[in-house]
């Protein structure tokens, strides 16, 4: 099943964490940019981007489709 088709299919409330997942792991990519960005603070930072992918794929495997099947989410 296309991504397009899996994101159709989801709740409101899916769609809505969806999308603040998505909004927090892009500003802490550019938080982990910065060359003003602790060494340690980095590391939280990808743990936490490691956390927001893990959840992404529960949301989107939410309507029975594993993860390694989406299409165009890695």
Known sequence: MSLGK???RLS???CNRL???L???TRL???NLLSSTAPERKKQI???IT???EERMKILGAL???APEVKGVR
């Open 29 to 31: 990519v550019k938080e």
């Open 51 to 53: 956390d927001l992918r």
């Open 12 to 14: 409101d409330e899916e």
């Open 19 to 21: 999308e603040d997942n």
């Open 6 to 8: 899996i994101i159709y």
């Open 46 to 48: 990808r743990k936490r």
């Open 64 to 66: 029975g489709q594993g």
């Open 23 to 25: 909004v927090e792991h």
